[in-house]
């Protein structure tokens, strides 16, 4: 993904285009070197992509077939996350990153760990192989607990987070 970053950076500025977003999931932990699995999409958080750097993302899949990228590749899929963040999330942001063109950030770490022990808990995977990667502590966890406890308005949703808690903690050696 490191690559196909780095190639839309250098076509965006053959665009005179530029794009800052910020950035979660698989996507965000491959350029940050945490995991090195494969992933078919970069999740922006936030702004919304405009029109114009959505249709360079879609030319730039076809011009660049070699990267195996689907027309969505560049997405606002998770964007209802930030409703559910702690308010202050923006204050934590981190650079992921900065190009010609491109400026991307990150989570910071402890909402990081947040939305991947969420998204673990709703799909299991790759989100539990991401979190071993990761390597939350024992108190990052505890601080998470209660915050992901409450992003499911399901009443079996508090027992299964505490399960999903207990294997990974199992799986961390915490248990």
Do not use: H, Y
């Given at each position: 993904m490191k690559d196909v970053i780095k190639a839309f950076d250098q076509y965006l500025k053959s665009q005179s285009l530029k794009f800052e977003a910020v950035v979660?999931?698989?996507?965000?932990?491959?350029?940050?070197?945490?995991?090195?699995?494969?992933?078919?999409?970069?999740?922006?958080?936030?702004?919304?992509?405009?029109?114009?750097?959505?249709?360079?993302?879609?030319?730039?899949a076809k011009l660049r077939r070699e990267f195996l990228l689907d027309d969505n590749w560049l997405n606002n899929g998770p964007v209802t996350l930030k409703r559910e963040l702690p308010a202050d999330w923006r204050n934590h942001l981190q650079d992921l990153y900065v190009g010609e063109a491109i400026h991307l950030t990150c989570l910071g770490r402890a909402d990081l760990i947040k939305s991947k022990l969420f998204a673990y808990c709703d799909r299991t995977n790759p989100d539990f192989e991401d979190l071993l990667k990761i390597k939350p502590t024992a108190k990052e966890l505890e601080d998470s607990l209660e915050w992901v406890r409450f992003r499911d308005g399901n009443p079996g949703w508090p027992a299964h987070v505490d399960l999903a808690f207990s294997v990974l903690k199992k799986a961390l050696k915490y248990e």
């Open positions: 979660i999931g698989g996507g965000a932990l491959i350029i940050m070197d945490v995991v090195d699995r494969k992933t078919k999409d970069i999740d922006c958080l936030d702004p919304e992509i405009p029109k114009e750097v959505k249709e360079a993302s879609k030319a730039f």
